[in-house]
C-alpha cells in the first residue's frame, strides 16, 4: 500500500494566528481580520501558484502591508511538529510501505517550510505541492497527477488528510482515505487496516 500525507495539520501544525499576534491584542480579533480580508480565500489562492507579489497587490492597501507581512513571519505559523504522525509514519515505511506526500502548500512558503523542517525534504518518495502545479486539493487532477508521476494505481494509495473535503477528493480519484483529526485514531485506522 501506498501511503499519501497531507502536511498541514497532519504532520506539521499550522496556525496562521501566530504571524498576526504582533498586531492584535488577541485572537479574536486576529479572526475578525481573517474574516474582514477573506484571509483563507486569499492563502488558497497562493496555494494555487499565486506568488507573493501578486497576493499582496490583490489586497487593498489598508491590509496590504500586514498581509505582506505574513510571508516574512510565515514559519511562526509551522513551528510544531505533530510528532506522533511522523512517528506513525516511520511505523509505516518499516513496514514496507511506499511514503508520499501530496499538499496544498504556496511556493513561496514551502521553501520555508522546508528549510524549518528539513525531514519534509527527506521523508517522501515524492510529494507534489500545490503551488507549484497550479492546481489544488479537491480537484481530481492534483491526485491523479500523483498517481501518473510515480507509476501508482489510486486503488493502492491511502490518503490521510485533515480536510473532510480534501479526503473525498481522494475517495473520488478512486483512493481510499481517512480523514485526519488526531494520531491515535489514525493509528487505529491503520491498524484496523491491517497496515501497521
Known sequence: MNIVFDIGNVLIAWEPHAAFRHAFDDDAQIDGFFDEVGFFEWNLEQDRGRR?????????????????GYFDRFHLTI???????????????????GIFGLTNFAPDTWDVALQLHPQLGEAFAD?????????????RQIYDLLCRRNLLSPSDCLFIDDSAANAQG???????????????????????????
Open 170 to 196: 481522494a475517495r473520488n480519484a478512486g483512493w481510499q482515505a481517512h480523514h485526519f483529526t488526531s494520531p491515535d485514531i489514525l493509528r487505529r485506522d491503520l491498524t484496523e487496516r491491517g497496515l501497521l
Open 79 to 97: 513551528a510544531r511538529k505533530i510528532t506522533d504522525t511522523w512517528a506513525l509514519m516511520d511505523r509505516l515505511r518499516a513496514k514496507g510501505h
Open 52 to 68: 507573493r507579489a501578486e497576493a499582496v497587490a490583490a489586497v487593498p492597501d489598508a491590509h496590504a502591508a500586514l498581509l505582506d
Open 127 to 139: 510529494v507534489v505541492v500545490s503551488g507549484h502545479e497550479g492546481m489544488i486539493k479537491p480537484e
